[in-house]
């Protein structure tokens, strides 16, 4: 059998398999991690040593990771969060209609909240239009949601240009990538 879709499946290594199964049937490591208990010490002490480790990949500090249990959730999460923290930067997002749905059932709420939600079109190349992105950026432009590497067609965004425009029209402008079809593949 071809598998084709291992950007959001892949079946895990086998030193992977192995290390999850070791750690799973150990006597001692199933704990939870929020208990003060033996079990519960054992288990925060693995999850701080993860915790360590992915902020060391992603060069960020530990305090600035959140887990999740999928992307839809870290994308509500992201994506709201951010909109309602910080009203006074704007009240608009410009997107794609090609994000994953997750992202776009965010941005559908957001729109029935108030928010002003701008879609640009995407080219032939799956890339979303850069002159339609610089002329939709305005002040009032919170955020700029956009997928790294599209789940259905593998385009990838040429997200260094899309800094550049954004700083061009508003340094204020964030921008919310969703990169789990990218992580681990491309920088």
């Not at 006597?27 to 054992?42: F, K, V």
């Not at 060069?59 to 999740?68: A, D, P, V």
């Not at 029935?112 to 002040?139: F, Q």
Request: net charge neutral.
């Amino acid at each position: 059998m071809i598998y084709f879709d291992n950007s959001a499946t892949t079946k895990p290594l086998p030193e992977v398999a192995k290390l999850m199964y070791e750690d799973l049937r150990s006597e001692d490591s199933w704990g939870n991690p929020g208990s003060l208990h033996e079990l519960g010490t054992i288990a925060y002490k693995s999850y701080v040593k993860a915790k360590e480790d992915i902020a060391k990949c992603f060069s960020c500090r530990e305090q600035e990771l959140y887990f999740t249990s999928c992307a839809t959730e870290s994308a509500n999460t992201a994506i709201t969060g951010y909109m309602r923290r910080n009203k006074r930067l704007g009240r608009t997002i410009i997107s794609t209609r090609t994000e994953h749905k997750a992202t776009l059932e965010v941005l559908e709420r957001l729109a029935s909240e108030g928010c002003t939600v701008k879609y640009i079109s995407v080219g032939r190349d799956g890339k979303p239009n850069l002159d339609e992105l610089t002329n939709a950026i305005d002040g009032d432009t919170a955020l700029l949601c956009f997928t790294h590497v599209n789940n259905e067609t593998g385009s990838v965004l040429p997200i260094e240009e899309i800094i550049d425009i954004k700083n061009k029209k508003n340094r204020n402008t964030k921008i919310y990538l969703d990169c789990v079809q990218s992580l681990g593949k491309l920088p």
